[in-house]
């Protein structure tokens, strides 16, 4: 199985800051196809998870462009530009490469 | 416009086979490259991937669940069936179903999840 380990576990930001979370995995996610199938989702309390970055950094319909993905191989970072009250939540680094499916351990985004 | 939605029961004894509904609209799980998968998570805690089902009606599970789990798919129902067989304290969790999309996305669509306590 791929380990995703996610940094840090928390995350307490200010408003209008930035905020940046590590993910890695544990072997290269880079498909046969080429694509490197690593996933952004974002849990705010009480919510389902929500897709934010799909393929490293591409922006999933209607997600603000303050969120940027960046990254390759087995080295990755979600980007939030300027925090805002609605990001606060728990971010999840998912891989899609192999089965099974992971996911990381989720990054706890707070307002300080 | 894709929704799914899960149903199911909210409590369960010890022993007992839990059966989760994933209820869809918005796409069809006979188009090529789409799947639907389970997904749980249990109170404060991370998310873990369970199984999930192919168009192609291939079948993929957590080898770590695999001997408990069984994924049907009902494709004019728009439905998507997941069992757990032997369920224990420790499996209590809200239990998620997602739309996947092949050799694009991945997981994209969530649906809102439902909590299942076990316990005697």
């Given at each position: 199985d791929i380990v995703m380990t996610q940094t840090p576990l928390s995350s307490p930001v200010t408003l209008g800051q930035p905020a940046s979370i590590s993910c890695r995995s544990s072997?290269?996610?880079?498909?046969?196809?080429?694509n490197t199938y690593l996933s952004w989702l974002q849990q705010r309390p009480g919510q389902p998870p929500r897709l934010l970055?799909?393929?490293?950094s591409n922006r999933f319909s209607?997600?603000?462009?303050?969120f940027s993905g960046s990254g390759a191989g087995t080295d990755f970072t979600l980007k939030i530009s300027r925090v805002e009250a609605e990001d606060v939540g728990v971010y999840y680094c998912t891989q899609?490469?192999?089965?099974?499916l992971t996911f990381g351990g989720g990054t706890k985004v707070e307002i300080k | 416009q894709i929704t799914l939605k899960e149903s199911g029961p909210t409590l369960v004894k010890p022993t007992q086979t839990l059966t989760l509904t994933c209820t869809f609209s918005?796409?069809?799980?006979?188009?090529?490259e789409v799947g639907v998968g389970w997904i749980r998570q249990p109170p404060g805690k991370a998310l873990e991937w369970l199984a999930l089902i192919f168009w192609s009606d291939d079948k993929y599970y957590s080898p770590s669940l695999k001997s408990r789990l069984t994924i049907t798919k009902d494709t004019s129902k728009n439905q998507v069936v997941l069992a757990m067989t032997n369920?224990?304290?420790?499996?209590?969790a809200t239990y998620f179903c997602a739309h996947y999309q092949a050799a694009?996305?991945?997981?994209?669509f969530w649906g809102q999840g439902t909590l299942v306590t076990v316990s005697s």
């Amino acid at each position: 199985d791929i380990v995703m380990t996610q940094t840090p576990l928390s995350s307490p930001v200010t408003l209008g800051q930035p905020a940046s979370i590590s993910c890695r995995s544990s072997q290269s996610l880079v498909h046969s196809d080429g694509n490197t199938y690593l996933s952004w989702l974002q849990q705010r309390p009480g919510q389902p998870p929500r897709l934010l970055i799909y393929q490293i950094s591409n922006r999933f319909s209607g997600v603000p462009d303050r969120f940027s993905g960046s990254g390759a191989g087995t080295d990755f970072t979600l980007k939030i530009s300027r925090v805002e009250a609605e990001d606060v939540g728990v971010y999840y680094c998912t891989q899609a490469t192999q089965f099974p499916l992971t996911f990381g351990g989720g990054t706890k985004v707070e307002i300080k | 416009q894709i929704t799914l939605k899960e149903s199911g029961p909210t409590l369960v004894k010890p022993t007992q086979t839990l059966t989760l509904t994933c209820t869809f609209s918005g796409f069809s799980l006979s188009t090529s490259e789409v799947g639907v998968g389970w997904i749980r998570q249990p109170p404060g805690k991370a998310l873990e991937w369970l199984a999930l089902i192919f168009w192609s009606d291939d079948k993929y599970y957590s080898p770590s669940l695999k001997s408990r789990l069984t994924i049907t798919k009902d494709t004019s129902k728009n439905q998507v069936v997941l069992a757990m067989t032997n369920m224990d304290p420790v499996d209590t969790a809200t239990y998620f179903c997602a739309h996947y999309q092949a050799a694009t996305i991945g997981l994209d669509f969530w649906g809102q999840g439902t909590l299942v306590t076990v316990s005697s």
